[in-house]
């Protein structure tokens, strides 16, 4: 594990330069993402850049593959870092009047890729396997430079030995990653494309991998297990392939990348919550929720209500919210299962405020395409929003009314305002006075309106999906809008969503301001890409994605769904009296 952890360090420090084009900088964000959200950031490659320079002028004339300008860059830094570790330690092996260039060269191989703007420019796209060579160049001069350092006391020479075989420790795990992590080349990758599966007509460097730039010539069912097979047999490793479609321009082409498949797996094993970790902090935070929606049930009891009531009426309501839950959970699993796509633990959202703010997961292995991207979280969105009006139709049913009779909730009204689909159902169960400011016989003066617990939990279930349902990062809405309009229009919708919870926050709701960090800081960013980005969801799914909006529009639009509150510690609008 130590060595897959080193690596993916190695892995995490590239990101794309600004002007690579747009498919890579999406895919390097996403990668960069699922690693800095779980390996912490170490001292890497160290090298030259005047030397990557001039080496980089020798591998632009011997190059043969036809890479674009800016990746072609990319490559020669990297095929130079080759070229410095392989010849590196020759040059520190000469005379002693080598020994001033020597000292300068490696003063200068010190500084760090990573914060060196004009070297930056030159790898932004790394090779994984030039990186291990140039971190293990950088070990063995620093264990040359242990062993020429003379023994000035006991405790330097404990000190230099501990270093020592703590290098040594880390040049074995470089050598061990060393083998499972090759560039891949593209030269004999190239003529694996072909006019029955993708039509290659342009190749860069991307990573250990590249991208191709041409056109499906059958549909990707047809081509990607054939594909797979024959740049397998000609790389000698397996592969992962993406079909993805880049604009530059106002011009869209058809792209297949191409990557290790040992190297995708480290991208997903290091963010894995499928570990006993995983699973003890799934269990902590469901013990959790259901004790803030047990908490959060017992302010709706009326006044001088005993453990009888406390049982009788808040019961119902804990059961209708873990309900939803369980139920959005079933659908959840089960239509991953079926595209094959494995999920992490689920996670619970405690709340004060409603008990629960909904159920994060991880996808833990690539998904196969856009439309498992779309029908996973609208499965858990459209089952959460069923279920929720499931019970409050079956409440009113057994009661005859929303009013819950004798086992009735109270709701400060105010839960009901300016909200249009609520407003609604306040018309239903009845307000709580009428025009002249008289309480109507449905309320208590000074506890609020009658709600059935089950037709509460219900109406709870909607706000706590509707949270969910903004198109924010990796919420479930997020992924649905990164499904349908693409990664670059999904961003923007987060970008703006997040600026109106923060409208909200500035006004007075914590709810906002608690909701908005949560979806922009722990589930921000991007999914990483469906194999298959090239094949159209359809109309249907669009249809769907439009209902869904509506319906999130309508809860929680202008207000919050009833949930707002001026203090993080404090009641929202359905507890408490007038």
């Given at each position: 594990?130590?060595?897959?952890?080193?690596?993916?360090?190695?892995?995490?420090?590239?990101?794309?330069?600004?002007r690579s084009a747009a498919v890579s900088r999406s895919f390097c964000k996403n990668l960069h993402r699922v690693h800095v959200s779980t390996v912490k950031s170490r001292s890497l490659v160290r090298c030259s850049l005047q030397e990557q320079q001039d080496q980089a002028k020798e591998n632009r004339r011997a190059s043969s593959i036809a890479v674009a300008p800016d990746e072609q860059k990319a490559e020669e830094a990297m095929a130079s870092s080759h070229h410095a570790s392989v010849g590196g330690g020759d040059h520190q092996e000469g005379g002693d009047g080598e020994d001033g260039a020597r000292k300068s060269r490696e003063e200068q191989q010190e500084v760090d890729w990573r914060?060196?703007?004009?070297?930056?420019?030159?790898?932004?796209?790394?090779?994984?396997?030039?990186?291990?060579?140039?971190?293990?160049?950088?070990?063995?001069?620093?264990?040359r430079e242990l062993d020429r350092e003379p023994d000035a006391s006991p405790v330097s020479g404990l000190l230099r030995g501990f270093i020592k075989n703590t290098l040594e420790r880390e040049k074995q795990r470089l050598e061990e990653a060393e083998k499972a992590f090759k560039a891949l080349d593209l030269n004999k990758l190239k003529?694996?494309?072909?006019?029955?599966?993708?039509?290659?007509?342009?190749?860069?460097?991307?990573?250990?991998?590249?991208?191709?730039?041409?056109?499906?010539?059958?549909?990707?069912?047809?081509?990607r297990p054939k594909l797979e097979k024959k740049i397998a047999e000609a790389a000698?490793?397996?592969?992962?392939?993406?079909?993805?479609?880049?604009?530059?321009?106002?011009?869209?082409?058809?792209?297949?990348?191409?990557?290790?498949?040992?190297?995708?797996?480290?991208?997903?094993?290091?963010?894995?919550?499928?570990?006993?970790?995983?699973?003890?902090?799934?269990?902590?935070?469901?013990?959790?929720?259901?004790?803030?929606?047990?908490?959060?049930?017992?302010?709706?009891?009326?006044?001088?209500?005993?453990?009888?009531?406390?049982?009788?009426?808040?019961?119902?309501?804990?059961?209708?919210?873990?309900?939803?839950?369980?139920?959005?959970?079933?659908?959840?699993?089960?239509?991953?299962?079926?595209?094959?796509?494995?999920?992490?633990?689920s996670l619970l959202v405690p709340s004060n405020?409603?008990?629960?703010?909904?159920?994060?997961?991880?996808?833990?292995?690539?998904?196969?395409?856009?439309?498992?991207?779309?029908?996973?979280?609208?499965?858990?969105?459209?089952?959460?929003?069923?279920?929720?009006?499931?019970?409050?139709?079956?409440?009113?049913?057994?009661?005859?009314?929303f009013n819950g009779g004798e086992n009735a909730l109270f709701i400060r009204p105010e839960f009901f305002y300016n909200n249009p689909l609520l407003s609604f159902v306040q018309l239903v169960i009845g307000p709580y006075a009428d025009e002249l400011g008289n309480v109507l016989p449905n309320a208590v003066e000074g506890v609020g309106v009658p709600v059935d617990p089950l037709a509460f939990a219900g109406l709870l279930g909607i706000v706590v999906t509707s949270l969910n349902l903004l198109?924010?990062?990796?919420?479930?809405?997020?992924?649905?809008?990164?499904?349908?309009?693409?990664?670059?229009?999904?961003?923007?919708?987060?970008?703006?969503?997040?600026?109106?919870?923060?409208?909200?926050a500035v006004s007075g709701s914590v709810l906002c301001l608690a909701w908005g960090l949560f979806a922009t800081f722990i589930?921000?960013?991007?999914?990483?890409?469906?194999?298959?980005?090239?094949?159209?969801?359809?109309?249907?799914?669009?249809?769907?994605?439009?209902?869904?909006?509506?319906?999130?529009?309508?809860?929680?639009?202008?207000?919050?769904?009833?949930?707002?509150?001026?203090?993080?510690?404090?009641?929202?609008?359905f507890r408490g009296g007038i």
């Open positions: 594990m130590a060595s897959t952890s080193l690596v993916a360090s190695i892995v995490c420090s590239g990101r794309s330069s600004s914060s060196d703007e004009e070297f930056r420019k030159f790898m932004g796209n790394p090779s994984i396997e030039a990186a291990i060579k140039l971190e293990k160049q950088r070990a063995d001069r620093k264990l003529s694996c494309f072909g006019y029955d599966t993708f039509f290659a007509v342009d190749v860069r460097r991307f990573g250990d991998g590249g991208i191709f730039i041409g056109n499906l010539r059958k549909p990707i069912e047809e081509v000698g490793t397996e592969v992962t392939l993406w079909f993805m479609e880049e604009r530059n321009d106002d011009i869209t082409k058809q792209v297949c990348m191409v990557q290790p498949k040992a190297e995708i797996e480290l991208q997903l094993e290091v963010t894995k919550l499928s570990t006993p970790w995983g699973y003890l902090s799934a269990v902590a935070l469901a013990v959790t929720t259901f004790g803030t929606i047990a908490l959060m049930s017992g302010f709706f009891l009326k006044p001088g209500a005993s453990f009888d009531d406390y049982f009788s009426d808040v019961l119902p309501l804990f059961g209708g919210f873990l309900s939803i839950l369980g139920v959005s959970e079933i659908a959840t699993r089960l239509t991953a299962a079926k595209y094959g796509v494995k999920l992490s633990p405020w409603t008990g629960c703010l909904g159920v994060m997961n991880n996808y833990e292995s690539l998904l196969p395409n856009k439309k498992a991207m779309f029908d996973i979280p609208v499965a858990r969105t459209a089952s959460a929003y069923l279920t929720s009006v499931v019970l409050a139709v079956s409440a009113f049913i057994v009661d005859g009314s198109p924010i990062g990796r919420l479930e809405g997020g992924r649905i809008a990164q499904a349908l309009f693409g990664r670059s229009t999904a961003a923007l919708l987060s970008f703006g969503t997040s600026l109106l919870l923060g409208a909200g589930r921000g960013g991007e999914e990483i890409p469906a194999q298959d980005e090239i094949t159209p969801l359809g109309s249907e799914r669009y249809a769907w994605g439009f209902v869904l909006a509506v319906v999130c529009l309508l809860t929680l639009f202008p207000n919050g769904g009833g949930t707002y509150s001026s203090s993080f510690l404090g009641e929202p609008f």
